[in-house]
């Protein structure tokens, strides 16, 4: 997993994330370990989701790394360049490469060998064995915008998640990270509120939530009125080359006051360096456990992948943060 990979400033960054992954992806081999596919949360492309941006940003750094890449799509994905006189819509490239009925390859690839990726919307749910990964689009303000019909639909997909929690992790990643202790753009609290309503209508917690937005790695925990913790985990420092500093503690412009924030804690951060979200949900005879490995890619003077692993977390689906194991902070 990671968010906002793309940016045409500084592109060494974005391909030092990219030839990392793909090392990973490459060396581990058939066994178990080896990642089934990569999961993006957004911001493809940048600044506008033009679909030129595609190669020099995403296809041309991701060439080599041959599993499924799934999407979000970021608040750049969809904006539009309003002086673009071929009047582009929103999306348009986006789902041309990540939304089709069947893969193949695409116009704007320049060969890459990658074909477009079959997902049927922008927001969808991705069903998997042992998780129901609901997959949500949070569109083009800086805080985040959830339409009624979205809603609603997600209401009605959490309802159906939870009919089978029992076997299966709930999972939910959109763009806009709800929670955030960066200068830069800060927790949604849109999007706090959307999920918190839409969690109590459909009487269901996920097991964690994932997002991008911010350029950065921040896992949060949210203990819940019935007792249960949500991970919040933020990984978007996935090579655009601007990264985001975390708030000192009581800095005074950037309050953490709110009474949306009560009961969450940041449980670590990196904001210094580049990096990716390995995640793993294996199934034993105690039920789910979800694992996750957070790497940073060190910032040499080559594109040699070097991921250096900074944060590692275990814990079994459905239970709380104090059952969590073997937690490594550096």
């Not at 939870?162 to 959109?174: D, H």
């Not at 009487?203 to 203990?223: A, I």
């Not at 819940?224 to 420092?237: Q, R």
């Not at 979200?277 to 034993?284: A, D, G, H, I």
Request: hydrophobic share 35%; net charge negative; with cysteine.
């Amino acid at each position: 997993m990671a968010g906002d990979t793309g940016g045409l400033v500084l592109p060494v960054y974005k391909h030092r994330v990219a030839n990392a992954m793909i090392s990973q992806w490459a060396e581990n081999g058939p066994a178990p370990g080896k990642p089934v596919f990569f999961f993006h949360l957004g911001d493809v492309v940048y600044n506008y989701g033009a679909a030129d941006e595609y190669y020099p940003q995403f296809f041309e750094p991701y060439r080599y790394y041959r599993g499924p890449i799934f999407a979000i799509p970021g608040n750049h994905d969809a904006d539009v360049d309003p002086f673009d006189p071929e009047g582009v819509k929103s999306l348009d490239a986006f789902m041309n490469v990540f939304c089709d009925q069947a893969p193949r390859p695409l116009p704007f690839d320049r060969n890459s060998g990658r074909k477009s990726n079959i997902q049927p919307n922008v927001y969808f749910t991705l069903n998997t064995p042992l998780a129901n990964i609901i997959c949500l689009y949070s569109n083009v303000p800086r805080f985040g915008a959830i339409s009624a019909e979205q809603r609603a639909w997600f209401i009605d997909e959490l309802k159906t998640a939870r009919e089978n929690k029992a076997e299966k992790a709930l999972i939910v990643c959109l763009h806009h990270a709800p929670y955030s202790a960066d200068t830069n753009h800060g927790s949604s609290a849109h999007m706090q509120l959307f999920l918190n309503s839409a969690f109590d209508e459909a009487g269901v917690l996920p097991d964690v939530v994932f997002s991008g937005h911010v350029h950065n790695y921040q896992r949060f925990s949210k203990l819940y009125p019935n007792g249960k913790t949500v991970p919040f985990i933020v990984a978007g420092a996935g090579g655009y080359a601007d990264l985001h500093k975390i708030a000192a503690p009581g800095d005074p412009d950037f309050p953490d006051d709110s009474p949306l924030l009560d009961n969450v804690h940041l449980e670590n951060y990196c904001d210094h360096t580049h990096g990716f979200l390995k995640t793993t949900l294996e199934k034993n005879k105690n039920g789910l456990t979800f694992s996750g490995v957070y790497y940073i890619v060190s910032n040499n003077d080559n594109n040699i992948p070097a991921p250096v692993e900074f944060d590692s977390f275990e814990f079994a689906i459905g239970n709380r943060p104090a059952e969590w194991k073997d937690a490594n902070i550096r």
